[in-house]
């Protein structure tokens, strides 16, 4: 058995920098060798022991276990594919791919090679889905009929990252934003008997969509997911409602601005909410109303890898599987039908 999984990411930016290096240096099984940098050393600057690859090619040349593509959304597919090629497990940033035959392609490969392929939905690990998650499966609420998801923020200026303002394949607010709804919508409740969804362009100049309302349609079940660019006052981001009460949340998990902050997690008090931030429960115990404040489940994105670490070392399932992120890439390319045709689509 391997001492320690060598692992590479295929770029340095702000998922490289936050969202995967500081959870790989904590996890004690991970071996982080560097990454690819097409213009700068930025990794050895947090870390001066790693290396700066020049090109994906020597990256994958190198004596790598595990390749991270988290590179724009329209590259994962000729990237994951690489490295699969090259005998390497790989995970994925969200959105998985551009498209589902690309998706089932990948999950072929992998099958094929006998490689790890996982997808990185780290937002299953947020504090606050995990508290609406304990929520659910609790069973408090009784029967779930109506569920609303929201990601918002306001920033009518355009990014400054080409690849998500340039109209083509993976860009835009559905591919940004919508695969965190999608897959926590999935995760819950599994896959939708149909779709409707409508996308706007709302910022001045813009040429990809940045406002989307999606609603899933269950058999006794709606959840609504929506997300925009253009929301200067956020509402709950959570709202779950049930035959025997209901369930408000905000979006609340501090790791994010923390890791902005360069706060490095732990294992112990990592991303810990506030009490201001704990979600609302009602609901009815025999004669009686309960309305009370919920502690919030603590998050931590570490739990993801060592996951990956278990399905790598013991051939354990993926964390996020490749159906799950074909699963997400179905919902995507419905959303998209269903915006063009202005109708529902069965799936």
């Known amino acids: 058995m391997k001492e320690k999984i060598r692992t590479a990411l295929c770029s340095y930016g702000t998922s ?25 050393n930025l990794i050895q600057q947090d870390y ?114 080409q690849h998500k303002e340039s109209h083509g394949p993976g860009a835009g607010i559905v591919y940004d934003l919508g695969p965190h709804l999608i897959d926590q919508a999935l995760c819950l409740f599994g896959m939708p008997n149909k779709i409707f969804a409508n996308l706007r362009m709302i910022r001045p100049k813009t040429k990809v969509d940045d406002d989307f309302e999606i609603v899933l349609y269950y058999n006794n079940l709606r959840v609504r997911l929506k997300a925009s660019y253009m929301i ?40 810990a909410e506030n009490k201001e931030d704990y979600g ?15 502690k919030s489940v603590n998050g931590n994105y570490y739990h993801f890898f060592d996951a990956m670490y278990q399905s790598i070392i013991y051939n354990t399932i993926e964390p996020i599987t490749a159906t799950d992120g074909l699963n997400c890439m179905k919902i995507i390319e419905a959303v998209f039908e269903s915006n063009k045709q202005e109708k529902i689509i069965v799936l």
Request: aromatic share 12%; hydrophobic share 35%; net charge negative.
């Open 48 to 161: 001066p022991h790693l290396k700066s690859y020049d090109s994906f090619e020597e990256l994958i040349s190198d004596d790598i276990d595990l390749v991270i593509v988290n590179t724009p959304t329209s590259s994962h597919y000729e990237f994951a594919k690489e490295a699969l090629m090259n005998d390497k497990h790989i995970i994925v940033e969200k959105a998985f791919t551009t498209s589902v035959g690309e998706a089932s392609a990948l999950q072929f490969l992998a099958e094929q090679q006998e490689k790890k392929l996982a997808i990185y939905h780290n937002r299953r690990w947020d504090s606050d889905f995990l508290t609406v998650k304990k929520i659910i499966d609790d069973g408090l609420l009784g029967d779930i009929y109506e569920v609303e998801f929201r990601f918002e923020k306001f920033n009518k200026e355009l990014s400054k990252k």
């Open 280 to 294: 609302t429960l009602k609901y009815s115990k025999g004669e009686k109303l309960i309305d009370e404040k919920i």
């Open 232 to 271: 200067h006052e956020t509402v709950a981001a959570y709202q779950i409602h049930g035959k025997n009460g209901s369930f408000i949340k905000n979006r609340s998990d501090k790791q994010e601005q923390l890791l902005r902050e360069g706060k490095k997690p732990n294992l112990t008090n990592w991303a």
């Open 16 to 40: 490289g920098r936050y969202f995967h290096a500081p959870f790989l240096q904590l996890h004690s099984s991970f071996d982080l060798v560097g990454a690819w940098e097409r213009s700068s």
